[in-house]
């Protein structure tokens, strides 16, 4: 057992403070004499500062019935700041999303059960894609219907990251698999049990892992952007196979820690060491880093 290295960051929670503003509010004397809200986008990990941000959307809904106040769209932060959203005197929940372009959408059709803002779902048309990341953030606030109320939306990705490496593994083997319990969609209003906006669907959708060769005795795959583990799940759930040069193949099963949007994980592995059903846990290292660990061998419940 070994801890991974150090040097790969893990994005576990969305509770940390935001770490630099995108762009300000509107000025003060552009609007002089009027009142509304004005919204500003921040991110919440230091590794997205410099992200270019070339598309913005924006939900504005009435946080007392859930109801849609506004739906706005924006080519960048400069023209988002200079708006000022003219809004009677209430309590409001804003949404954003940034580069939430496809094959990324926006869904507000989901289950009729669920008020206007708990519907808003973000999808990615292919989930194997693993396309280049959106972000979004939700943040709470009261208008005054006198002046100018400010938000700022602390953002984070939609989607996970994974990287598998495997040392110690003979030249040329192929590695490919599944990610087998990914979701369908992220809701972003709706929070987790730890308070932090954004769960997954409860549909399984499965996400492949696309196939990788061994060079030099090391396997490293590339980084795999994919929505989080199901709602309701304990593990991550991983099928993984294994084709060597000799035409043997060799399957495994991992489970592994509940993936989180915006958590980067990496999975590093001696192939000596490697089981047909291997469990892995977490050590966390600190708010935003986190160790794995393997825990062994675990016996494959159906031999």
């Known amino acids: 057992m070994r801890l991974i290295h150090d040097s790969i960051t893990l994005l576990l929670s969305c509770a940390a403070v935001c770490l630099a503003a995108l762009f300000s509010s509107c000025d003060k004397e552009e609007h002089e004499g009027e009142h509304g809200l004005a919204v500003s986008l921040s991110w919440m990990d230091e590794d997205d500062l410099g992200t270019p941000v070339g598309d913005i959307k924006l939900w504005i809904y009435n946080t007392d019935d859930g109801s849609l106040a506004g739906e706005y769209e924006y080519s960048d932060t400069r023209q988002l700041a200079r708006t000022l959203h003219p809004l009677p005197a209430g309590n409001y929940t804003v949404v954003a999303a940034t580069n939430l372009v496809a094959p990324f959408e926006a869904d507000k059709s989901a289950d009729n ?98 196939s990788t060769k061994s060079s030099d005795a090391v396997l490293l795959t590339t980084t795999l952007h994919l929505m989080p583990t199901v709602t309701g799940a304990d593990w991550s759930r991983l099928s993984l196979h294994l084709a060597m040069a000799d035409g043997k193949g060799y399957d495994y099963t991992l489970e592994a820690p509940v993936m989180k949007p915006a958590g980067k994980y990496i999975i590093e592995m001696k192939y000596q060491d490697m089981k047909p059903f291997m469990r892995l846990s977490a050590i966390s290292i600190n708010g935003w880093t986190e160790g794995w660990i393997i825990n062994g061998e675990v016996l494959n419940p159906e031999e």
């Open 113 to 210: 059960s669920l008020i206007s803002y708990e519907n808003l779902l973000f999808r990615i048309g292919e989930p194997s894609s693993s396309p280049k990341h959106a972000h979004y953030g939700v943040t709470a606030v009261t208008v005054a219907g006198s002046s100018i109320t400010k938000a700022q939306v602390p953002l984070k990705r939609i989607l996970s990251e994974l990287t598998i490496r495997i040392e110690g593994i003979p030249e040329n083997a192929i590695l490919s698999g599944y990610v087998n319990n990914s979701s369908t969609g992220l809701f972003p209003v709706l929070k987790d049990p730890e308070g932090n906006f954004g769960i997954a669907t409860a549909e399984t959708l499965p996400t492949e892992i696309q």
